[in-house]
């Protein structure tokens, strides 16, 4: 099992409608993994938040995992996920799209794009609940994620 001891699974959750976050925000505290969720509301505010730009975001740590809306304004999921994908200081960090679009055109451009994952956004807070109870079972509990840069 991929077990921290010394800290919590920092996650950066890039999602433009409150609602969505905050749905996302309570499915995660039902977990039984330690996780210490950041929230902005776009790619722009996402690349402030990895790169430490804002005096917000200064001693924020380097994120575990992102799960990341498609359609956002002002920079949307795929470009978001192109530029990171793009950093040679941030390439590492696996992004999970997480949105409404189940259109096969965005789940192929997510993956083709850099994408390690994609999860369509359930309507009821059971459903999500379940989503993210089988991320935190992949993610936290199967996969083994770099320590590089953290």
């Given at each position: 099992?991929?077990?921290?001891?010394?800290?919590?699974?920092?996650?950066?959750?890039?999602e433009?409608?409150?609602?969505?976050?905050?749905?996302?925000?309570?499915?995660?505290?039902?977990?039984?993994?330690?996780?210490?969720?950041?929230?902005?509301?776009?790619?722009?505010?996402?690349?402030?938040?990895?790169?430490?730009?804002s005096?917000?975001?200064?001693?924020?740590?380097?994120?575990?995992?992102?799960?990341l809306?498609?359609?956002?304004?002002?920079?949307?999921?795929?470009?978001?996920?192109?530029?990171?994908?793009?950093?040679?200081?941030?390439?590492?960090?696996?992004?999970?799209?997480?949105?409404?679009?189940?259109?096969?055109?965005?789940?192929?451009?997510?993956?083709?794009?850099?994408?390690?994952?994609?999860?369509?956004k359930?309507?009821?807070?059971?459903?999500?609940?379940?989503?993210?109870?089988?991320?935190?079972?992949?993610?936290?509990?199967?996969?083994?994620?770099?320590?590089?840069?953290?």
């Amino acid at each position: 099992m991929n077990k921290r001891p010394n800290r919590p699974f920092v996650i950066l959750l890039v999602e433009d409608e409150p609602a969505d976050a905050y749905l996302i925000k309570v499915a995660l505290r039902q977990t039984r993994t330690q996780i210490e969720l950041h929230w902005v509301n776009d790619g722009v505010e996402g690349f402030e938040f990895l790169r430490r730009e804002s005096d917000d975001f200064r001693a924020v740590p380097h994120p575990d995992l992102i799960l990341l809306d498609l359609n956002m304004p002002r920079m949307d999921g795929s470009e978001f996920l192109t530029a990171i994908k793009q950093d040679p200081k941030l390439c590492d960090i696996p992004v999970i799209m997480l949105t409404t679009s189940d259109v096969e055109r965005d789940v192929l451009m997510s993956y083709q794009l850099g994408a390690a994952g994609y999860i369509v956004k359930p309507i009821e807070l059971a459903e999500l609940a379940a989503a993210v109870k089988g991320l935190e079972n992949y993610w936290f509990g199967v996969v083994r994620l770099p320590e590089i840069g953290r």
